[in-house]
């Protein structure tokens, strides 16, 4: 394989780990909103304004006439911003307005199980027969072993944290590879030779006007 294959090859490969990239960019998000039932880390208007974006960069594709892959994947913008405005007006404000609506059945009497221990042992540290100790040191001791197991927690959860990022970039790089060897193989993906002359760019002015405005949006 000479110079111009390798080349070639590298720029198909790096191609298809992008449109990976792109086509899994609103995963993570979704998956968390989903999860946590709640999207108030998500702006709506950022949204809004991306989404503006999106569309306008989707028809300037059609309009302009570019390459079905592009077009496929501007249309995927829209739908994944469309699914994550549903999300965040679904559990920002339907899903918090019919979650308020529910009866109050988690206010217990202060006699009940649900009552702090402390507090029982405080407030029961008059009767005959009960076993006095030292709240102050009993305190420090819990407060103590809290700070320790946080630490060791929110280590672990760092450590993880990496470990999962790692792996799904990896993951990413080498779908993309395959991808591309597949479509390659298949003959999908064929090296475009490079346009001799001047690229006559007549008819396409307004689909270049969009474009524009979709990167104001973008950058907005």
């Known amino acids: 394989m000479h110079l ?10 790096s191609g298809s780990i992008s449109l990976v990239s792109w086509i899994l960019v609103f995963v993570p998000q979704l998956t968390e909103n989903y999860k946590a039932k709640n999207a108030q880390g998500v702006s709506l208007a ?7 974006g999106d569309i306008t ?11 079905p892959t592009v077009i496929a994947l501007a249309f995927y913008f829209c739908l994944a911003d469309i ?8 559990y920002n404000y339907l899903f918090d307005h019919i979650f308020h609506k529910l009866p109050l ?12 221990l402390l507090a029982r042992q405080t407030g029961d540290a008059g009767l005959p027969g009960t076993h006095h100790y030292s709240t102050s040191q009993g305190q420090s001791n819990i407060d ?9 927690t929110e ?11 790692t792996l799904y970039i990896f993951c990413v790089c080498v779908f993309g590879a395959i991808g591309w060897a597949i479509a390659w193989k298949i ?12 690229i006559d760019a007549g008819g396409h002015i307004g689909a270049e006007l969009l474009g524009y405005v979709s990167a104001a949006c973008y950058l907005g």
């Open 57 to 67: 960069n989707l028809i300037g594709a059609v309009w302009a006439q570019l390459v």
């Open 83 to 90: 699914i994550l405005i549903l999300q965040c007006l679904y």
């Open 4 to 13: 111009l294959m390798i080349r070639e090859a590298l720029s198909g490969i």
């Open 46 to 52: 950022f949204l809004a304004v991306w989404f503006v």
């Open 105 to 116: 059945t988690e206010n217990v009497s202060t006699d009940g199980p649900q009552r702090p």
């Open 187 to 198: 003959g999908l993906w064929v090296p475009v030779p490079e346009p001799q002359g001047n």
């Open 155 to 165: 280590g672990n959860g760092w450590a993880s944290s990496w470990v999962k990022n």
């Open 144 to 152: 103590a072993e809290e700070a320790v197991s946080a630490d060791d």
